[in-house]
Structures are given as C-alpha cells and as structure tokens.
C-alpha cells in the first residue's frame, strides 16, 4: 500500500513495471509521449518493465495497492 499526499508530483520518468489498483482519491498518470490518465477508485493499470516510461501526479492524494 502507498499513500501519496496532496500535491505528490513523481520526480523522475519511471520505466519500472507496475500494477496499480486505486483505493482511495485519485491519482494521474502522464505518459513520456504526453497521454495523460486518471485513476479513481476501483480502477487499476499495468505497465510493464522498460514500456513507457511514466511519472504520476495527485492533486487530492491517493492510496494506492502497488505490485511491483
């Protein structure tokens, strides 16, 4: 489990392969190509490793069940 506090801001591209299940607020995940998407609760996403590197954002804050 994660918990990224209001205003987290990822401070690097991640190429690291993850699965992600949004448990609590909302979490936005912006692609090196510029693609932008929003988890809410309940929603999940994978990311396999050197595939797209990626950097997440929340402005609310977000709790998250991470698998890497």
């Not at 050197?50 to 709790?63: F, I, N």
């Amino acid at each position: 489990m994660i918990e990224y506090t209001p205003g987290y801001l990822a401070d690097h591209w991640c190429t690291k392969g993850h699965i992600l299940l949004c448990v609590e607020g909302e979490l936005h995940t912006e692609l090196e190509d510029g693609r932008t998407f929003t988890l809410r609760p309940g929603m999940s996403y994978q990311v396999g490793d050197g595939a797209e590197p990626h950097r997440s954002y929340t402005k609310m804050g977000a709790k998250l069940f991470v698998v890497d």
